[in-house]
């Protein structure tokens, strides 16, 4: 039988405040352990939570940038349940009466573009943290996390498969991180994914039986766990068994996924209205005036990029996929470098030189101007796409211009036709025998003479005058 997968995602996005959502003390990642904390945060006596106003800012930011409808009103909600790094005993959520509603995702599939839809965006309070001692049986617990702000995303159960949620959460990600919402940190957490997954047979109606997914710290994780608890669920449904309805941790070191404990339902917290809180009445003038300070998304920078600069819709979609490198390559394009070039080199050298050294573009070891200037020796003809690369790898390390280099290194392109075929007739005298094959019909072997030739030129012959000049001596009788 053959089945399909349904997964709904949950995503937990901490929101770039200076601040908690209900108190003053700082959001700061790294701080010496409970040292960002207060009597708010802590759950003193006596307390009360005053609702940080950027906190909603940057909700609404996030419900208009995916297409809901922020509510008339809303109003928090006591989660209750018991852990050690809650000191409340309960968490500050939304529930019944979220901040938004509605709207949803556009991805790329392979059957084309699809919508996931949102089901509700809502506000937050973090839990602490526990932290393990790996070498006795004690844990500590670190409460300057406690009271950190989120957004947690829901999604409606629209994914059909790994791939779709791997792109649905790398969408969402490059929207918060455009809105500067969050810093999609998901090795800091603070960009966190629970996933909800069942299986049906095709052309079933009714939803199957669900899990749910934790502990999933990279997009790639998400996609292994979720291909992972795919395949068991049907083995167990193709076994003649029943799937639990439960909560499974992702085990990366065994690449499983393992029971944790029976997965609660909504009134398992006992969710009320907290009532140290008034209602969340949003004024439509804010929310139009939110709207109009909208940055530019990656969809509409995406078409942008096709239409003003003639790019493949798919250099595009890489390039705008952050913020900061879009802004780089049209900081490099001003500059006067070929578009297409500029992306080519862009995704290929760079982004290569980036992964390698574990580096942002922020922290790109050639700045804008100076990587515009390689494409323009190239496009000049003053160096070719080879000796480029070599370039491009001391321009990385040493932090000179492709200019200082090229002179100090004598690397200047020679395009002399005179030059090169001195070279051309000395190396085809060299090899009578492939000379004679080649006009015997053995084509394949000007790759071989076109070796030879840069070979004895060091790399600087440019190439397309080799190609031709090649082409006219071995046509010769």
Same mark, same amino acid.
């Given at each position: 039988?053959?089945?399909?997968?349904?997964?709904?995602? +949950?995503?937990?996005?901490?929101? %770039?405040?200076?601040?908690?959502?209900?108190?003053?003390?700082?959001?700061?990642?790294?701080?010496?352990?409970?040292?960002? =904390?207060?009597?708010?945060?802590?759950?003193?006596?006596?307390?009360?939570?005053?609702? &940080?106003?950027?906190?909603?800012?940057?909700?609404?930011?996030?419900?208009?940038?995916?297409?809901? !409808?922020?509510?008339?009103?809303?109003?928090?909600?006591?989660?209750?349940?018991?852990?050690?790094?809650?000191?409340?005993?309960?968490?500050?959520?939304?529930?019944?009466?979220?901040?938004?509603?509605?709207?949803?995702?556009?991805? $790329?599939?392979?059957?084309?573009?699809?919508?996931?839809?949102?089901?509700?965006?809502?506000?937050?309070?973090?839990?602490?943290?526990?932290?393990?001692?790996?070498?006795?049986?004690?844990?500590?617990?670190?409460? &300057? @996390?406690?009271?950190?702000?989120? %957004? +947690?995303?829901?999604?409606?159960?629209?994914?059909?498969?790994?791939?779709?949620?791997?792109?649905?959460?790398?969408?969402?990600?490059?929207?918060?991180?455009?809105?500067?919402?969050?810093?999609? &940190? /998901?090795? $800091?957490?603070?960009?966190?994914?629970?996933?909800?997954?069942?299986?049906?047979?095709?052309?079933?109606? +009714?939803?199957?039986?669900?899990?749910?997914?934790?502990? /999933?710290?990279?997009?790639?994780?998400?996609?292994?766990?979720?291909?992972?608890?795919?395949?068991?669920?049907?083995?167990?449904?193709?076994?003649?068994?029943?799937?639990?309805? $439960?909560?499974?941790?992702?085990?990366?070191?065994?690449?499983?996924?393992?029971?944790?404990?029976?997965?609660? !339902?909504?009134?398992?917290?006992?969710?009320?209205?907290?009532?140290?809180?008034?209602?969340?009445?949003?004024?439509?003038?804010?929310?139009?005036?939110?709207?109009?300070?909208?940055?530019?998304?990656?969809?509409?920078?995406? !078409? @942008?990029?096709?239409?003003?600069?003639?790019?493949?819709?798919?250099?595009?979609?890489?390039?705008?996929?952050?913020?900061?490198?879009?802004?780089?390559?049209?900081?490099?394009?001003?500059?006067?470098?070929?578009?297409?070039?500029?992306?080519?080199?862009?995704?290929?050298?760079?982004?290569? $030189?980036?992964?390698?050294?574990?580096?942002?573009?922020?922290?790109?070891?050639?700045?804008?101007?100076?990587?515009?200037? %390689?494409?323009?020796?190239?496009?000049?003809?003053? =160096?070719?796409?080879?000796?480029?690369?070599?370039?491009?790898?001391?321009?990385?390390?040493?932090?000179?211009?492709?200019?200082?280099?090229?002179?100090?290194?004598?690397?200047?392109?020679?395009?002399?036709?005179?030059? =090169? +075929?001195?070279?051309? @007739?000395?190396?085809?005298?060299?090899?009578?025998?492939?000379?004679?094959?080649?006009?015997?019909?053995?084509?394949?072997?000007?790759?071989?003479?076109?070796?030879?030739?840069?070979?004895?030129?060091?790399?600087?012959?440019?190439?397309?005058?080799?190609?031709?000049?090649?082409?006219?001596?071995?046509?010769?009788?």
């Amino acid at each position: 039988m053959n089945y399909q997968a349904v997964i709904g995602l +949950e995503v937990h996005a901490q929101m %770039l405040t200076d601040s908690k959502i209900f108190c003053g003390c700082s959001t700061k990642f790294g701080a010496e352990p409970n040292s960002s =904390i207060c009597p708010v945060c802590t759950a003193q006596p006596g307390v009360l939570p005053v609702l &940080n106003k950027k906190v909603v800012e940057f909700g609404i930011k996030t419900a208009l940038a995916t297409h809901g !409808e922020v509510c008339d009103g809303s109003w928090f909600a006591r989660k209750n349940y018991f852990y050690p790094d809650l000191p409340k005993g309960y968490q500050i959520s939304q529930y019944e009466h979220p901040l938004a509603r509605g709207g949803h995702v556009e991805i $790329e599939t392979d059957g084309g573009k699809k919508k996931i839809g949102l089901t509700r965006i809502h506000m937050e309070e973090d839990a602490g943290k526990l932290l393990h001692d790996e070498h006795a049986p004690q844990s500590y617990v670190d409460l &300057n @996390r406690t009271g950190v702000p989120l %957004l +947690e995303i829901v999604s409606e159960p629209d994914i059909n498969s790994p791939q779709e949620a791997g792109a649905y959460l790398k969408k969402l990600r490059s929207i918060l991180r455009y809105l500067e919402v969050c810093d999609g &940190n /998901m090795e $800091e957490g603070s960009f966190r994914c629970d996933a909800n997954v069942s299986v049906r047979p095709a052309g079933a109606h +009714e939803l199957g039986t669900r899990t749910e997914l934790k502990n /999933m710290n990279s997009f790639r994780n998400v996609e292994k766990a979720l291909e992972y608890e795919i395949k068991r669920q049907v083995q167990v449904l193709e076994d003649g068994g029943r799937v639990n309805q $439960e909560t499974r941790l992702w085990n990366d070191a065994r690449d499983i996924t393992e029971s944790m404990r029976s997965k609660e !339902e909504a009134h398992d917290y006992r969710y009320f209205p907290d009532p140290d809180l008034v209602a969340l009445t949003v004024d439509h003038r804010w929310i139009e005036q939110i709207r109009q300070s909208l940055p530019e998304l990656p969809d509409h920078k995406v !078409e @942008r990029f096709v239409c003003d600069y003639g790019i493949p819709h798919y250099d595009a979609q890489v390039l705008c996929a952050e913020k900061e490198m879009a802004d780089y390559f049209e900081a490099v394009v001003r500059e006067n470098a070929p578009p297409k070039q500029a992306s080519n080199w862009i995704m290929t050298e760079l982004m290569r $030189e980036l992964k390698e050294n574990r580096r942002d573009i922020a922290d790109s070891p050639i700045n804008p101007v100076d990587f515009a200037g %390689l494409i323009n020796l190239i496009e000049a003809g003053t =160096i070719s796409g080879k000796i480029a690369k070599t370039v491009f790898s001391e321009m990385a390390k040493t932090g000179k211009t492709a200019q200082e280099i090229v002179r100090s290194q004598g690397l200047t392109q020679i395009s002399d036709p005179t030059r =090169i +075929e001195e070279v051309i @007739r000395r190396v085809v005298g060299g090899f009578p025998k492939e000379a004679a094959d080649f006009r015997a019909g053995k084509e394949r072997l000007l790759g071989f003479f076109v070796g030879r030739v840069m070979k004895e030129t060091q790399g600087k012959a440019n190439p397309q005058l080799v190609n031709d000049l090649l082409q006219k001596v071995l046509s010769e009788p």
